[in-house]
């Protein structure tokens, strides 16, 4: 069974910066990707980063193209978010999650399950 841990969150201020980590375990050869998902309070889960464990490719949304970075530690098990420029629209619940069909960058946050217990990420303006 599939768990991952996030860790990292806090408070900044704008235009800060913070790293997120995701440590996976449980990894079946089936799971093919992981990703990277936000709740801003009155908001829906939206996807934010998403990876291609077999390949590394990548996706990011729009509003954090150009500001985050999603990279992985195969000898750690473990999937970051780098997060910089933060802005207050940042703020939200960060949450990692697995896949194991389709297409591992499309990171529509139903697709996707193994959903840890987020991390709180506050941009104070």
């Known amino acids: 069974q599939v768990q991952v841990v996030e860790s990292g969150g806090g408070l900044v201020q704008t235009g800060g910066s913070l790293r997120l980590s995701c440590v996976a375990s449980?990894?079946?050869?089936?799971?093919?990707?992981i990703g990277w998902f936000r709740r801003a309070p009155g908001k829906e889960r939206e996807g934010v980063s998403c990876?291609?464990?077999?390949?590394?490719?990548?996706y990011y949304s729009d509003s954090v193209k150009g500001r985050f970075t999603i990279s992985r530690d195969n000898a750690k098990n473990t999937v970051y978010l780098q997060m910089n420029n933060l802005k207050p629209e940042d703020t939200a619940v960060y949450y990692c999650?697995?896949?194991?069909?389709?297409?591992?960058?499309?990171?529509?946050?139903?697709?996707?399950?193994?959903w840890g217990q987020g991390t709180q990420v506050t941009v104070s303006s």
């Open positions: 449980g990894l079946s050869s089936d799971v093919n990707g």
């Open positions: 999650a697995t896949r194991r069909f389709g297409d591992p960058t499309n990171c529509r946050p139903r697709l996707w399950g193994s």
């Open positions: 990876m291609s464990i077999s390949d590394g490719a990548t």
